[in-house]
């Protein structure tokens, strides 16, 4: 086993990803989220982006849950529990939030953590996915609010149905028509289930589908 563990930290050394370890002095939890929030002129980051697009899925995964324990660790270890707040947003979430064998390894799933016990530290989960049927199924099952976009894939339309005993057959019809900017959104914070237009963003991101046609031609 030993053995085994070497061949791997070996590989990861030597490989293009060895950069993202090369920290050159030990930083406490609290000094290094405080480095995060930190800008010029003395005043506090609100938003933290994080851009993992360039990394390949298994390091990215590895990434994401290292910070996601960090915060809940640092969360739950204030003296006055919930006075510093994380909303932790998760795109893609797809490639993170899965049922893998953290719990074989750890105990724990990290993202199942945060989903029941988070909320309590000041730590709130928010996932953004196509797949939901790729989603640990224990998170979405803490989640309380959903905005559910067009969805075309039976099994992710099942899925939902299953995972969420409350949403009516009339919602899922709904959501099949709806078109982009759009969204069926329902949960705690929603006394009825309703349709929501959402303005579009301002830039727009380059998100949209290549022309394929316009290019060859």
């Known amino acids: 086993d030993a053995i085994t563990l070497k061949v791997r930290l070996h590989s990861l050394a030597i490989s293009e990803n060895a950069r993202f370890f090369n920290y050159p002095n030990y930083i406490t939890i609290e000094n290094y989220i405080a480095s995060l929030v930190s800008c010029s002129g003395g005043r506090k980051a609100q938003i933290v982006n994080f851009n993992l697009e360039d990394i390949d899925d298994s390091l990215a995964k590895t990434i994401c849950k290292i910070y996601s324990r ?39 799933n990290i993202f199942e953590r945060i989903a029941k016990e988070g909320r309590k530290y000041g730590l709130v989960l928010n996932l953004i ?22 969805m075309n894939h039976p099994r992710d339309i099942e899925y939902i149905k299953l995972m969420l005993p409350n949403i009516s057959a009339d919602i899922v019809e709904k959501q099949k028509s709806l078109q982009p900017g759009t969204c069926v959104a329902f949960g705690r914070a929603f006394k009825i289930p309703m349709i929501i237009k959402l303005d579009l963003p301002d830039p727009v991101p380059q998100s949209s589908n290549c022309d394929i046609v316009a290019t060859w031609k």
């Open 129 to 150: 996915s196509q797949r939901p049927v790729e989603i640990s199924e224990t998170v979405i099952s803490q989640c309380t609010n959903f905005f559910i976009f067009k």
């Open 70 to 108: 960090m915060l809940f660790d640092f969360t739950k270890g204030c003296r006055n529990r919930a006075t510093i707040p994380f909303h932790i947003f998760l795109e893609e979430s797809h490639r993170y939030v899965q049922n893998d064998n953290d719990r074989n390894l750890i105990g724990y």
